[in-house]
């Protein structure tokens, strides 16, 4: 069988085992959050840039439905594309057999086979364009395998550029890539003589120009996304431990077996005598990896395991070179383990889904407490709806609902639908502070859903806010019948002034 076809079955079964997962689970917190934040097309958004955003507001308005299978729908064909784009660079540096192992390891990682390629996030398009980039610049600076006898193609610069530019739009961390493949120019020979030439630059501006809608909105909200997103690296203490817990949970993102030989290809990637392919790698890699394992050394803010997967991403061309290039009997032992690990991650979305469906383990929300179960995560609050329909409150004219934090509005708003406004009382308001802030709602009644706290302490906190402030009936959260959550609800009438806690 030609490599293309193998890589061709791997990639259209691992997605029809995300559309299956896809179908499986509702929204999780951040895909709730995005699918019901913002309404509108934005120069960008609070969180992140606006492609991820663009392409579930774009299914939504196609089809007019916003169930998880739909929003997710075009993230799920993208990785596809991710897939095959994959497997184009990988065979341009070091052949197709090397392309068929990339292929294939790619869509065993959990992070990205499972979380990028499926959920409603901004790392799916990040890594679709971060690919495309390196491929486009592999071709510019003519990095390729040696038999492909490849000469730089200047007139790859500007697709190069278009692709950054994108991918920035996508999710700001493609700068540390970019930035990596700026010291690859550098420090390499043919790169310095391409820094030399307009091409180079050409595709800087076309870069800046594609990303320059964020800088405008971000310019306009008094540099919001950019204050939010640089505060997770300030609250400076030494922590000599945490880079090794983040390395820890990285390589349990990216399966362990795939993240121990990447990261000694990252090593190999400098060392004096490494081909130009692997130095091309390794500096389009380190900056994402090293960066956030230093920042966990500095910083008390807590470093997210899957922020340094852009860096990984662009290794997996040299783990399926190594992998190509092992032994027979060594080949066989990879091919036993990538079969295990599709195996066990198929078999984890079939029983995730059937205990999601149809409750599979009896008595499993048991043993959690109340609000601590885990499905609370991966299930539509659609029971808010529902009480809030046979109460009637849905039908009254100018209500809104708030929540104390950003994640439960994600939920509660996502469950709700568009036609009802939501907003976030206290915190940091993500979107919501800008789509729906509390001061739009003045005049309006709301229903504030008083959770975490005492209850009576939040009605103290906002009864200043509000003509009046009453205890209205819980809210039950539930999922085959069984209450996971109860929400404590009040009802403020009229709100007079925007309600902050330090107000």
């Not at 080949?331 to 036993?336: E, G, N």
């Not at 934090?405 to 976030?424: C, E, M, N, Q, S």
């Not at 504030?448 to 103290?460: N, S, V």
């Amino acid at each position: 069988m030609k490599p293309a076809t193998q890589a061709t079955i791997i990639i259209l079964a691992a997605l029809l085992i995300r559309l299956l997962f896809a179908a499986a689970m509702g929204l999780g917190i951040d895909e709730s959050y995005m699918v019901s934040a913002a309404h509108t097309y934005q120069l960008s958004y609070f969180d992140h840039p606006p492609i991820s955003w663009f392409m579930e507001l774009t299914i939504q308005r196609l089809t007019g439905l916003h169930s998880p299978f739909i929003v997710r729908l075009p993230f799920v064909l993208l990785f596809a594309g991710t897939g095959a784009l994959m497997y184009g660079l990988t065979n341009r540096l070091f052949g197709a057999r090397a392309a068929v192992w990339a292929v294939a390891a790619l869509n065993i990682s959990p992070v990205f086979a499972i979380a990028f390629g499926t959920w409603v996030l901004p790392d799916g398009p990040l890594d679709f364009f971060l690919v495309a980039a390196a491929w486009a610049l592999a071709r510019a600076v003519g990095v390729a395998r040696p038999d492909h006898d490849a000469e730089p193609e200047p007139e790859f610069w500007p697709l190069a550029g278009l692709l950054a530019g994108l991918a920035m739009d996508s999710k700001y961390n493609a700068v540390l890539n970019l930035l990596g493949a700026l010291a690859f120019l550098i420090f390499d020979a043919r790169g310095r003589r391409a820094l030399a030439s307009a091409g180079p630059w050409v595709a800087c501006l076309i870069a800046l120009v594609v990303f320059s809608p964020v800088l405008i909105w971000n310019a306009l909200n008094h540099w919001a996304s950019f204050g939010y997103q640089g505060a997770r690296a300030t609250g400076f203490g030494i922590h000599p431990l945490r880079p090794f817990i983040v390395w820890l949970g990285e390589a349990v993102f990216i399966a362990p077996w795939i993240f121990v030989p990447m990261i000694a290809l990252l090593i190999g990637g400098f060392r004096r005598h490494a081909e130009r392919r692997a130095r091309f790698l390794s500096w389009l890699a380190v900056i994402p990896i090293v960066l956030f394992s230093a920042i966990a050394f500095w910083s008390s803010r807590k470093i997210l395991f899957h922020w340094a997967a852009p860096g990984y991403l662009m290794l997996f061309p040299a783990l399926g070179d190594w992998a190509s290039r092992a032994t027979e009997r060594a080949r066989r032992r990879l091919a036993m383990v990538v079969w295990a690990t599709a195996a066990v991650l198929t078999a984890s979305v079939i029983f995730i889904g059937a205990e999601l469906n149809f409750g599979i383990v009896p008595g499993f929300n048991r043993l959690f407490g109340l609000g601590h179960s885990p499905e609370l995560q991966v299930i539509d609050w659609r029971s808010f709806r529902t009480a809030l329909i046979r109460r009637g409150d849905l039908a009254k004219p100018d209500m809104a609902v708030a929540a104390l934090r950003w994640f439960d509005a994600g939920k509660i708003a996502y469950a709700l639908g568009p036609d009802v406004p939501v907003t976030v009382f206290e915190g940091d308001k993500h979107e919501f502070g800008i789509t729906t802030p509390p001061q739009s709602l003045i005049g309006d009644d709301i229903l504030i859903a008083a959770m975490p706290g005492d209850e009576a302490d939040i009605m103290k906190r906002y009864a200043p806010r509000f003509r009046t402030i009453t205890v209205a009936k819980p809210i039950d959260i539930t999922h085959h019948g069984r209450v996971l959550l109860q929400i404590p609800m009040l009802l403020g009438h009229d709100l007079q002034s925007w309600p902050t806690p330090e107000g």
